[in-house]
Nanobody, 124 residues
């Protein structure tokens, strides 16, 4: 099992930026892909971005493409989510997740390890 700890959330004005971090520990060598999801109050948890540890291939939801960038530091077992041009609709709890296989589906059920989440609030 891999343990994930997110950090970097906070309150920011619309148009601002934040960088989230996700530190992985434990059986990290089993995790092939890392993802970021978010969940707004009363809504389902949605996919935001993902990155593969090997090769660094990235995937993004249409709602964040061009504004968010996912990256990784293999030496530190850490994944980052740089969020620029933030909008009030980006307000949510952001979760880091990991999975031990590569697939074309990016639903929450496809990821087996989760962090505790970090709150991001964007004011208008």
């Amino acid at each position: 099992q891999v343990q994930l700890v997110e950090s970097g959330g906070g309150l920011v004005q619309a148009g601002g930026s934040l960088r989230l971090s996700c530190a992985a520990s434990g059986r990290t060598f089993n995790s092939l892909e890392m993802g970021w999801f978010r969940q707004a109050p009363g809504k389902e948890r949605d996919f935001v971005a993902a990155i593969r540890w090997s090769g660094g291939t990235t995937y993004y939801s249409d709602s964040v493409k061009g504004r968010f960038t996912i990256s990784r530091d293999n030496a530190k077992n850490t994944v980052y989510l740089q969020m620029n041009s933030l909008k009030p609709e980006d307000t949510a709890v952001y979760y880091c997740a990991a999975r031990t296989y590569l697939g074309a589906s990016y639903l929450p059920k496809d990821f087996h390890s989760w962090g505790q989440g970090t709150q991001v609030t964007v004011s208008s």
